[in-house]
T-cell receptor, first 113, second 111 residues
Framework: ETGVTQSPTHLIKTRGQQVTLRCSSQSGHNTVSWYQQALGQGPQFIFQYYREEENGRGNFPPRFSGLQFPNYSSELNVNALELDDSALYLC????????????FGPGTRLTVL | GENVEQHPSTLSVQEGDSAVIKCTYSDSASNYFPWYKQELGKRPQLIIDIRSNVGEKKDQRIAVTLNKTAKHFSLHITETQPEDSAVYFCAASSAGNQFYFGTGTSLTVIP
């Protein structure tokens, strides 16, 4: 069984740029959720994908967008980067929607200068 | 949406003592409550979870209690060890499996 993986590990961008983060879900999992974790804070829900469709979104602007592929891997795209977007971005996968445990990837540390 | 509050933000205990972390939630529809442990620079790891049809769950030194009426749940760690030192997060989820996290508790176990 393969765990959740994310790439890249670290990323440095400048204000106004665009970034794409990637997540490979755990084998057998069809649901991926993305979270933003600012330093010293709990993870904040960005959005969730279930079988390639968005299934809920947190309080994030439209410049945060995502995608899920047929193999259930996922991308998080952020346009027009702002300094406050600097954070650890975590993805988590689960076997489905029904109160299933979410398993987290190691995260991507994004720094916006 | 759901609002989860977590207390205390920091907690120091002597090795061997117990630690208790408390969370409250606002959405009565929430029915799944996991607890995660996050060591510095690492991913959150699930340590225990509870569903709303259960009032208490225990796994060795770790237990979680849930009071649906009062909308609060707690993590109890007994016989603490230095390796228990980490940041602990509670979360709440309703249908759709969207997790809402507390702000975390930094636990330090003093040898």
């Amino acid at each position: 069984e393969t765990g959740v993986t994310q790439s890249p590990t670290h990323l440095i961008k400048t204000r106004g740029q665009q970034v794409t983060l990637r997540c490979s879900s755990q084998s057998g999992h069809n649901t991926v959720s993305w979270y933003q974790q600012a330093l010293g804070q709990g993870p904040q829900f960005i959005f969730q994908y279930y079988r390639e469709e968005e299934n809920g979104r947190g309080n994030f602007p439209p410049r945060f967008s995502g995608l899920q592929f047929p193999n259930y891997s996922s991308e998080l795209n952020v346009n027009a980067l702002e300094l406050d977007d600097s954070a650890l971005y975590l993805c988590a996968s689960s076997p489905g929607l029904a109160l299933d445990t979410q398993y987290f990837g190691p995260g991507t540390r994004l720094t916006v200068l | 949406g759901e609002n989860v509050e977590q207390h205390p933000s920091t907690l120091s205990v002597q090795e061997g003592d117990s630690a208790v972390i408390k969370c409250t939630y606002s959405d009565s529809a929430s029915n799944y409550f996991p607890w995660y442990k996050q060591e510095l620079g690492k991913r959150p790891q699930l340590i225990i979870d509870i569903r709303s049809n259960v009032g208490e769950k225990k796994d060795q030194r770790i237990a979680v209690t849930l009071n649906k009426t009062a909308k609060h749940f707690s993590l109890h760690i007994t016989e603490t060890q230095p390796e228990d030192s980490a940041v602990y997060f509670c979360a709440a989820s309703s249908a759709g499996n969207q997790f809402y996290f507390g702000t975390g508790t930094s636990l330090t176990v003093i040898p």
